[in-house]
Structure formats: structure tokens, C-alpha cells
């Protein structure tokens, strides 16, 4: 279970630095 909330929290973090990044190269561009 702990296992997977931290999985979880991983993907999270992944896909919100992913947005921050796609939107900063669209503000650039």
C-alpha cells in the first residue's frame, strides 16, 4: 500500500513537471 501511494506521488510529480516544462517552451514560443 505504501508502495503504491509513493508510485503514485512519483507520477504526480512527473506529470506536473511535465506540464510546467510544455508550458514555459509554449510561453517562449
Given at each position: 500500500?505504501?508502495?503504491?501511494?509513493?508510485?503514485?506521488?512519483?507520477?504526480?510529480?512527473?506529470?506536473?513537471?511535465?506540464?510546467?516544462y510544455?508550458?514555459s517552451?509554449?510561453?517562449?514560443?
Amino acid at each position: 500500500m505504501l508502495q503504491i501511494a509513493r508510485l503514485v506521488r512519483g507520477c504526480l510529480s512527473c506529470t506536473l513537471e511535465m506540464l510546467c516544462y510544455l508550458s514555459s517552451a509554449t510561453t517562449k514560443n
